[in-house]
């Protein structure tokens, strides 16, 4: 005899329990701190606060040891708690021209005032495994002893484009209003390029990455160049009214992309370069450079480009870039679907029974009509326990 | 997973210890200007009713699509003297039911049960209780894809147009196609109904069987969708249609096999397989009612 499920509840206790266990990993291992994730798996902080929206490393670093280093369940864990903080306000924009540099490079000229910078970067590594940290306690290299700092004159390679009216501005319009802030309000179509660039900087990395990859191959092409790559510290300032000037709350670590494309100009509008954006919050490199292609590909609607590969649909990219919503939906079909999977059983099989069967061998059911169109009747229930009553 | 001997928990028989209410959390985990802005958007869904009203959904502590809208809803309706219930596929013990209970009983420290006619809000998940709903009641659905037209048009801006002109005429084309291919309307559970002579409007997924109970019930239903970032509702004693053909009357599923447990002929009944040469039973997808009737049945009090 069947007996109804109970003790889901006893079950869930037992899987924290478990889910602890699994997470601690061996116990006669050292236990790795939330300092140790912060300091020295810095991407994985970046790009959990990157699609969690909140940029606090320590903070993300708990979260990254909690989520035994998934980190779109880290990124998860930070939405949710994001969302119980009080708003005291915007910020200014930030000023990126300003950044405190640790990387800046140009593809689009050899040099550029300033210089390259190439910083701490993964590109020039030849990837060939370095079994000497396999061997722990090795002693980190010394940072480079460069005779003189950074030119303290860096500035941006697209503001240098603007100035000779090559590149289309950026400054913001007068009575420009307040950015859209999606975590508020719901996304409305077609969106504001406020409300996309925000979506894009929640994003899920690798979505973006193919999104903008699919440009690349002809899906959409925008003829990209990264005029700048900058990675480095700004200050975060606060105009506080009770003040009546503006105070510097703090600093944040980003990476911001300029891509520029060309386009061909329209009546009334002499050709000149267009932009693509991003922005993310740590170093991200991978991550700005593709949200500048995308963010580029969905502007083709005010360019007049035609808007016909994936990457131009705003629709399709904005409803689908986010990994917490789309991990959530994609993993609920391992919730119960008893009751939808039995009334669709249940006409399946009065489909089977009404219709020839598709292959010899199959005994087709005794009231198999044959001719591919049987019409409900009682007789259904000899194959199948349920039949159909008019609803009263 | 883990080492055989791992973890042999010794209250594995014993019933888990009650809820605490967590005093970190606002009342019902939202804060006020949230639930005030969630309460707006369902008075205009009350005042129009089957219309999706989009709302600033909130991130929540529980995954999107597992029923974030539906917990933002009650979360926002919940006072300290409601009764909850939480049912998901009809029972109030599959997992993510006694988990949505439990985060309510820990964010709003508000009272449980699993009887439909104790309970004053009623989060649900693909059912509508056999018990009749009363005047007062709310049942609040958890809504994976709130537009009934998504299947036949993709974007939203399309949809909220044909929904602004009524024009729904693709759907009955729909239908009629499945009638014409099958012999029959092969559209099981989420099928769509009109509500109020107006609006096109999903049920979230309810098998049709529970469509009926839509139509003028006497208490307040209302949809929450998350991720999609809607609300909807159907008040009290709406008309709601379901869709159908003057020839192909809209019908619900009824089953020659009773429950195996108490014996119910009228309600939503699971199957079950029992063994692995095809034996199966019916029961009651609705265990609140199954559980009452067995104890009717024995002479116990329900």
């Given amino acids: ?392 | 997973m883990t080492s055989p001997t791992a973890h042999r928990p010794t209250t594995a028989n014993s019933p888990p210890a009650p809820v605490v209410r967590d005093p970190n959390y606002n009342f019902g985990y939202l804060d006020e200007s949230t639930k005030r802005m969630l309460r707006r958007a369902l008075l205009k869904a009350v005042a129009i009713p089957g219309y999706q009203v989009p709302f600033g959904g909130r991130e929540m502590p529980l995954p999107y699509g597992w029923g974030t809208g539906g917990i933002q809803v009650t979360a926002s309706i919940l006072g300290p003297d409601d009764v909850l219930k939480v049912i998901d596929q009809g029972s109030d013990d599959t997992t993510n039911a006694v988990n949505i209970r439990r985060f309510f009983a820990r964010v709003a420290g508000v009272a449980t049960t699993t009887r439909t006619r104790e309970a004053t809000i009623i989060q649900s998940r693909h059912r509508i209780p056999e018990s009749p709903l009363r005047e007062g009641q709310i049942m609040v659905f958890q809504v994976p894809i709130p537009e009934p037209l998504r299947w036949l048009e993709p974007s939203e801006a399309e949809t909220r147009t044909m929904h602004a002109l009524a024009e729904y005429g693709g759907m009955h084309v729909k239908l009629y196609e499945d009638i014409a291919q099958h012999g029959r309307i092969a559209t099981t559970y989420d099928y769509p109904v009109i509500v109020n002579g107006r609006y096109m409007m999903r049920p979230s997924p309810i098998p049709k069987f529970d469509n009926p109970k839509l139509d003028m019930s006497p208490a307040l239903m209302l949809f929450g969708a998350g991720r999609e970032k809607r609300v909807y509702a159907v008040p009290p004693y709406t008309r709601v249609e379901s869709l159908d053909f003057d020839d192909h009357p809209f019908a619900v599923e009824q089953w020659d096999a009773a429950c195996a447990l108490c014996g119910a002929r009228d309600s939503y009944l699971d199957e079950i397989i029992l063994d692995d040469r095809g034996t199966r039973q019916h029961v009651c997808s609705d265990t609140e009612y199954c559980t009452e009737r067995q104890l009717a049945a024995q002479g116990g009090k329900p």
């Fill in chain 1, 1 to 392: 005899m069947y007996v109804a499920v109970k003790g889901g509840e006893q079950a869930i206790l037992n899987s924290y329990r478990l889910l602890d266990e699994y997470r601690r990993g061996d116990p006669t291992l050292p236990e790795l701190s939330v300092a140790q994730i912060a300091s020295q798996m810095p991407l994985a902080v970046a790009r959990v606060m990157a699609e969690g929206a909140l940029y606090d490393p320590q903070l993300a670093a708990l979260a990254v040891k909690q989520a035994a280093g998934d980190l779109i369940e880290a990124a998860f864990l930070l939405r949710a708690y994001r969302t119980t903080l009080p708003r005291f306000g915007a910020t200014l924009p930030i000023d990126t021209s300003a950044m405190h540099l640790q990387r800046r490079i140009s593809a689009t000229f050899k040099d550029v005032p300033g210089g390259q910078v190439l910083g701490p970067t993964y590109d020039y590594t030849q990837r060939l495994l370095d079994f000497s940290l396999l061997a722990e306690g090795r002693e980190p290299a010394s940072p480079p002893s460069s005779g003189q700092g950074l030119d303290p004159h860096m500035p941006r390679i697209t503001d240098l484009l603007r100035d000779e009216a090559l590149l289309e501005d950026d400054a913001s319009a007068a009575g420009d209003p307040e950015p859209v802030d999606l975590t508020r309000e719901p996304l409305e179509l077609p969106a504001a390029r406020s409300a996309r660039l925000q979506n894009l900087a929640r994003a899920d990395e690798g979505f973006l990455l193919s999104m903008g990859y699919s440009t690349q191959r002809g899906y959409g092409n925008t003829h990209p160049f990264v005029a700048e790559i900058r990675y480095g510290t700004v200050e975060v300032e606060m105009h506080i009214e009770e003040l009546g000037f503006a105070v510097t709350v703090g600093c944040l670590e980003v990476t911001e992309c300029q891509m520029v494309n060309q386009f061909a100009g329209r009546p009334g509008q002499a050709p000149c370069f267009t932009r693509g954006y991003g922005l993310v919050f740590g170093y991200g490199e991978r991550k700005a450079m593709s949200m500048a292609l995308v963010d580029r590909a969905m502007r083709v609607g005010e360019l007049g480009e035609p808007a016909d590969a994936p990457a131009n649909d705003q629709e399709f990219v904005l409803y689908h870039s986010d990994n917490v919503e789309a991990s959530g939906f994609v993993q609920h079909l391992k919730l119960p679907h008893y009751v939808d999977f039995q009334s669709n059983l249940d006409l399946l099989r009065r489909l089977r029974a009404g219709t020839c069967p598709l292959k010899a061998g199959v005994v087709p059911p005794a009231n198999a009509s044959g001719d591919g169109h049987a019409v409900a009747s009682a007789d259904d229930s000899a194959a199948s326990p349920t039949k159909e009553v008019l609803a009263s």
